[in-house]
């Protein structure tokens, strides 16, 4: 395979993860299938029934999504009344600067950029900020994402909520927050906070799309009139309902990521990479040769997360139970 052929993958895993279509079309001769670890999912999804085809064949009836939300908000500890249900954490981040009409937004960064990109295309000056500097921003709009994504960082609850206590709108992505729940100021009392969160990364089921924006009455009113009467499919309906009300599920995949991210760690740090951070569902690591590592695990059919803002990372996912082994023998491959 051709330099060329891996610099046109690395720019393409660099926009965002999950690219692999694209990925392996630019590597035909990578080993198929490949073991995509450029997103952090969970790799052991939520196992429960999907929609019955009754239900595929109607409008999902908004009794059931107010059914939904109540799942959901019992799940987050706060009021139904202050969570809509979104077609993903992505769609809803996407509108709230618009719908928000905020003069200006500040993003702690480095961060996902799909904030920066929605700020962006709603025409509203953006800067990003270090994410020691929340309390000096006078925009707006502050977003946090938390942990953050990729570098795992945190900020306390309690830092949080003084922010949300200022005159701007305070937006907290908490997409990765189900790994660490007491990070979570979804309960914080607040008209000017905005807390999304992510379905499928923690369910480990991203393609039902589902998310939810929890916030005050109103800002709740306005999410639902932007979405419609059928914000998200039957499928989300059924399986969110039943995942949230699974308790058990949710404690039990704790400990299990938690313990894999773990044994990731040993591995990364086996094969030369510095874990510089992260949270349970991904590690984010250093290497001053990470283009040539990205291109060494292409070449075993092993795609991770590079960036372009800082070629010396690379963010790796957790493998299916089943590929651990392949990891081991990609990873131990760089070390020869």
Not at 138 to 150: F, G
Not at 194 to 213: A, D, E, H, M, T
């Amino acid at each position: 395979m051709g330099r060329t052929n891996h610099q046109a993958a690395l720019e393409i895993a660099g926009r965002h993860g999950g690219r692999l279509a694209e990925v392996a079309a630019a590597l035909p001769g990578a080993p198929r299938p490949w073991l995509d670890l450029s997103t952090g999912v969970n790799p052991a999804p939520w196992r429960g029934a999907r929609a019955p085809v009754s239900a595929l064949g109607a409008l999902p009836d908004p009794a059931d999504t107010a059914a939904l939300e109540a799942a959901a908000a019992a799940a987050f500890g706060v009021d139904p009344a202050c969570v809509a249900a979104t077609p993903g954490a992505e769609a809803a981040l996407r509108l709230l600067p618009r719908q928000l009409g905020a003069a200006s937004v500040d993003i702690a960064a480095p961060t996902y950029g799909g904030h920066e990109d929605a700020a962006r295309a709603a025409g509203v000056p953006v800067r990003l900020i270090p994410r020691n500097a929340l309390s000096q921003s006078d925009a707006a709009l502050l977003v946090v994402v938390n942990p953050n994504n990729p570098d795992g960082a945190r900020t306390s609850p309690a830092t949080l909520a003084d922010l949300a206590r200022g005159p701007r709108w305070l937006v907290v992505d908490e997409s990765f927050v189900e790994t660490d729940p007491a990070l979570s100021v979804a309960a914080a009392p607040s008209d000017r906070l905005i807390v999304l969160r992510s379905f499928g990364k923690f369910y480990g089921l991203p393609g039902v799309r589902l998310g939810f924006v929890i916030a005050s009455p109103p800002v709740i009113s306005a999410v639902r009139a932007s979405f419609g009467d059928w914000p998200v499919c039957a499928d989300a309906v059924a399986m969110g309902r039943a995942a949230y009300a699974d308790a058990d599920w949710r404690a039990r995949a704790r400990e299990r990521l938690a313990a894999d991210a773990r044994r990731l760690d040993r591995l990364l740090a086996g094969a030369g990479f510095e874990v510089v951070g992260g949270a349970d569902l991904f590690r984010l690591t250093a290497a001053a040769d990470a283009p040539d590592r990205f291109a060494r695990l292409c070449e075993a059919g092993v795609l991770t997360r590079p960036f372009a803002y800082e070629p010396t990372w690379l963010r790796f996912g957790l493998p299916p139970a089943r590929s651990w082994r392949r990891l081991t023998l990609a990873l131990e491959s760089l070390a020869r």
